[in-house]
């Protein structure tokens, strides 16, 4: 009997052990994995809870076989932009908040976010809330004396969100001497590679260009003119923010000139005609300068002119202004209304490039004492006019129309609720640039693709022909083969010459000897 039974054991095993045509899966080794995590678990109500336990059992296994099929879950672009951005609602120590609050060049991106919503124009208030913790962040990174949102450029890959900063004084110069230390040593480069050309060149010289280049046009200081901002930029908030490097009057000038979208890397080479002096770095640097120029306007009588200045000559142009403490605003209707209401309080960009003019024909007192005399016998070139463009706070009534296009369109936020309403302009020369006013505040932002409206549509510059090597003349022209018949009439013609040379020298001698007889 005993016998019977342990046969009976060993072939309920063995069906046991028999393994499903689906799954490929036994009975005894599903019950002995099933058994041990009771033991392990030991959960109340197991009676109640088996199946369920069964079922995680048999899952576990089908997850472990399928895993090597499929790959596992990649971090997306969205989710590490936002790994990145949850850095900024993170609080700082409490020593910096009350520091804060007693004084900041922060800005109020929700006060500013809040009117421009209800121009219809802004980035959302999501956007605009990370924005200003962004700038939070670039507060607390530099040490700045102003800050504000400029606005926000498009690009086909990525965006720039652009903020206007100022810093302490001082605080720029070693930032300028290291610039000018740079340039130093590109301009030390170029003496000692002519120093090398001219070496080489003293055994077997070589035919030198009379060409000279027309002078470079000097850039602007920081704090004047097209410097007078620094601006930082960064794709997304909570990114790092980048430093854009100071403008030039060749970038400016070469910017007039060409029409490029924006890709979004700012070391993404600028391929142009004309050619343009820099990166896209550069190339966004004096589209921001541009924008700023042309669109930057504030209410009439916000700002006026320091009192050192009203002492100077009305010839002298102004470059500065401050904020007028007795400013009461200008009502709502009127500004939506008049374009005289308001001015552009950033200097205009001359056609050289700057925002102040430079003679560049007037030499260094050092060169005109070396030169003495040569210089005397020179003629001297005609001296330039000097250039002059609208003096600062100059009224938005005064601007010129493009392609018979107004420069500006204004309206009134509301007109059902006209008490509570403000003004908004909108730039039609740089479609994107916005600004509005409602007693004393206002406010300039710029939210496009960084180009200017260029009217049905747009011609690029065409090539200049291309210079002559070297003068045409006969003296240096080739001449043709001449044909077997003129080669055979040359020959002739050279015999009979010289035949008859020879008949004239015999009768020369001949005439001596009868002489001398």
Not at 18 to 44: C, F, G, I, W
Not at 116 to 145: H, N, T, W, Y
Request: proline content about 8%; aromatic content about 8%; glycine content about 6%.
């Amino acid at each position: 009997m005993s016998q019977q039974r342990l046969q009976a054991a060993a072939s309920f095993k063995a069906f046991m052990l028999t393994n499903s045509a689906k799954s490929n899966l036994n009975l005894y080794d599903h019950l002995t994995r099933l058994l041990t995590k009771v033991m392990d678990e030991r959960p109340q109500n197991v009676v109640d809870v088996i199946e369920d336990m069964s079922r995680d059992v048999k899952r576990g296994l089908f997850e472990a076989k399928q895993s090597t099929l499929r790959d596992s879950p990649q971090t997306t672009a969205a989710q590490l932009l936002a790994e990145q951005q949850r850095l900024l609602f993170t609080r700082g120590e409490e020593g910096d908040q009350e520091d804060e609050l007693i004084e900041t060049p922060l800005p109020n991106v929700s006060e500013v976010g809040f009117y421009l919503e209800q121009a219809g124009v802004g980035l959302g208030r999501e956007e605009m809330q990370r924005i200003f913790l962004a700038l939070k962040k670039l507060v607390e990174s530099q040490p700045l004396q102003r800050c504000r949102l400029w606005g926000k450029i498009l690009g086909v890959e990525s965006n720039y969100v652009v903020a206007e900063a100022e810093y302490r004084e001082g605080e720029e110069e070693e930032e300028q001497s290291a610039e000018e230390t740079a340039e130093d040593e590109e301009r030390e480069g170029e003496t000692q590679d002519d120093e090398e050309e001219n070496e080489e060149g003293e055994g077997d010289p070589l035919p030198r260009s009379a060409y000279k280049p027309p002078p470079v046009v000097p850039k602007e200081a920081i704090r004047t003119g097209v410097n007078k901002f620094v601006y930082y930029v960064c794709k997304e908030p909570g990114l790092p923010w980048v430093k854009l490097p100071s403008v030039t009057p060749a970038q400016i000038s070469a910017a007039r000139q060409i029409r490029k979208f924006f890709t979004g890397r700012l070391d993404a080479p600028i391929v142009s005609y004309p050619p343009f002096p820099g990166s896209e770095a550069n190339y966004l640097r004096a589209q921001i300068a541009r924008i700023s120029a042309g669109t930057h306007i504030s209410p009439q009588g916000f700002y006026q002119f320091g009192e050192e200045e009203g002492d100077e000559e009305d010839e002298a142009p102004r470059d500065s202004h401050e904020v007028n403490p007795d400013f009461e605003g200008i009502p709502v209707p009127e500004m939506a209304e008049s374009l005289s209401t308001w001015v552009h309080h950033v200097q205009h960009i001359l056609q050289q490039g700057r925002c102040t003019w430079v003679n560049l024909a007037a030499k260094p007192e050092e060169e005109s004492y070396e030169e003495g005399d040569a210089e005397e016998k020179e003629e001297e070139p005609d001296e330039p006019e000097p250039e002059a463009g609208p003096p600062l706070l100059t009224p938005l009534s005064e601007d010129a129309e493009m392609f018979s296009t107004s420069p500006w369109s204004s309206k009134m936020s509301s007109t059902l609720t006209s008490q509570y309403a403000l003004a908004v302009l909108r730039s039609n020369l740089w479609p994107g640039a916005h600004a509005y006013a409602c007693g004393k505040k206002f406010e300039n932002i710029y939210v496009g693709w960084g180009l200017k409206f260029a009217g049905e549509g747009f011609t690029p510059s065409v090539p200049a022909m291309p210079q002559n090597e070297y003068p045409s003349g006969p003296e240096i022209t080739e001449a043709l083969d001449p044909t077997l018949e003129e080669e055979q009439a040359l020959k002739a013609a050279l015999e009979e010459q010289q035949a008859a040379q020879e008949d004239m020298d015999d009768m020369d001698e001949g005439e001596e000897e009868e002489d001398d007889d």
